[in-house]
């Protein structure tokens, strides 16, 4: 309105200092400019605390409080109308790549997201001052996907991946949703791990419409064998990703990794595959055992050695955290000090860069706090526990509800137990399809 009347405003981009205080979120950080780390809401390079349940998002950020490291309180609670769904899912990114992490949330049940970018306007506010919540897309799918060749010809038609499930488990559908960048444009795509074994992406690489372009999956790539899929159902098989992140920046990719489920014969083995090729395993055929399906694969930029492609690591269910490295020539597994601090089931695991150094930390959200090991351990003394080293932060979450960091994680209980507890479910419940309990297990049953 103001330059409608003829009066203009500077406004600098990333410098929110040296502009005028009218001046739009989007005129200072332009989407498309670069995204954020993860769980950066903040733009401080550094990632935050984050907290989600189905109506509620509460954020502890690194830039602010009183504490050397910024944590320690609820800094932004914000509330909106629970998704009416079966299952829904969080995933914290910066979808916009407007350098500040945005609100998904992924309705498994209809195939459809939900986005609420994140402003400059609700940090300085704290919040929205009361006002509803009002999503700023809702991303839903068709019916019908189809899938073309760069020169136009349809390669295929399909309908559109909707979890369910069915009274035979092995044919339920199950998905694990990734906000990812996939395509390379250094802009995240939205995609989902499917059980029928195809990793099927929605980029907006063609064009680069960062706000439209979405809601047709482009292509999608087969992450699991017809062989794996004869042995056990693919949702049976934990998945993750992480970025290939090249030291001098021309190219960067996408790897998957997968890991064989406990009671097949190669039990434990983590595959590595290239999202450009998924025939590779970056591994090849790496003898370390990463445990059943109760220990949970998170992958991280944890080993100076290999920092640009990412190692896997692990985190049982009994505290301990492992990762390998190029230097073990990924044949050994190695615990992160201190030792078994990480909790069980209740400590839901996260990997991110809270101390902003660049390489991936372990944290998790316990009932009754955070508990984080950052990697460069010269910084925040003063905020670390002199006995471990280890930031606890007394930030608390409910356990009747599901509450999980911004994001979920494959994996929990083992395959043996999820099948007793989807058998017990039959016995009690004939004819009323099982649910499938197989990550995040520990909110599932209280």
Not at 111 to 132: A, C, D, F, H, R
Not at 364 to 381: A, H, K, N, Q, T
Request: with cysteine.
């Amino acid at each position: 309105a103001l330059r409608n009347d003829g009066i203009g405003l500077v406004c600098k981009k990333f410098n929110p200092v040296d502009s005028h205080p009218s001046c739009p979120h989007t005129e200072i950080y332009p989407a498309g400019t670069g995204a954020a780390p993860d769980l950066d809401f903040d733009s401080d390079g550094r990632a935050d605390l984050v907290q989600w349940t189905n109506g509620t998002w509460k954020l502890d950020l690194s830039g602010y409080g009183t504490a050397e490291d910024g944590f320690g309180g609820w800094d932004i609670e914000l509330s909106h109308a629970p998704i009416d769904a079966k299952w829904v899912a969080p995933y914290v990114e910066d979808l916009n790549a407007d350098s500040f992490c945005d609100f998904i949330v992924y309705d498994k049940e209809h195939s459809t997201w939900y986005v609420k970018y994140m402003t400059s306007e609700i940090l300085m506010n704290q919040g929205l001052n009361g006002q509803p919540w009002i999503w700023d897309q809702v991303i839903s799918y068709d019916q019908t996907t189809n899938y073309y060749e760069p020169d136009g010809d349809l390669i295929e038609s399909e309908n559109t991946w909707t979890d369910t499930r069915e009274l035979d488990p092995n044919l339920s559908q199950y998905s694990r949703p990734y906000v990812l960048d996939v395509g390379g444009d250094e802009i995240p795509d939205l995609t989902v791990a499917c059980s029928d074994g195809y990793w099927r992406v929605d980029t907006d690489i063609d064009g680069h419409q960062v706000y439209g372009g979405l809601g047709d999956y482009d292509f999608k790539i087969k992450y699991l064998t017809d062989a794996q899929l004869a042995q056990a159902p693919g949702w049976a098989y934990p998945t993750a990703a992480f970025p290939f992140i090249p030291a001098n920046g021309n190219y960067k990719s996408l790897y998957m990794y997968v890991k064989v489920p406990d009671g097949l014969p190669e039990a434990g083995q983590v595959i590595v595959m290239p999202t450009s090729n998924p025939s590779i395993d970056m591994l090849d055929g790496s003898p370390v055992d990463f445990g059943g399906n109760d220990s949970v694969l998170l992958p991280g930029r944890f080993d100076a050695g290999d920092d640009e492609h990412g190692v896997p690591a692990i985190k049982d269910q009994f505290g301990g955290w492992f990762y390998t490295t190029v230097a073990s020539d990924y044949s050994a597994l190695l615990q992160v000090p201190p030792g078994d601090i990480y909790g069980g089931t209740e400590c839901h695991p996260i990997v991110a860069d809270f101390d902003g150094d660049g390489f991936s930390d372990q944290a998790v959200m316990c009932p009754d706090e955070w508990r984080i090991m950052y990697s460069d351990l010269g910084i925040f003394p003063n905020d670390r526990s002199q006995v471990d080293q280890v930031r606890y932060v007394g930030l608390e979450y409910d356990t009747t509800a599901l509450s999980l960091p911004g994001r979920g994680y494959a994996g929990g209980i083992t395959y043996e137990y999820a099948q007793q507890l989807i058998e017990a479910f039959q016995y009690l419940y004939p004819g009323v399809p099982p649910p499938i309990p197989i990550d995040a297990i520990y909110v599932a049953t209280h």
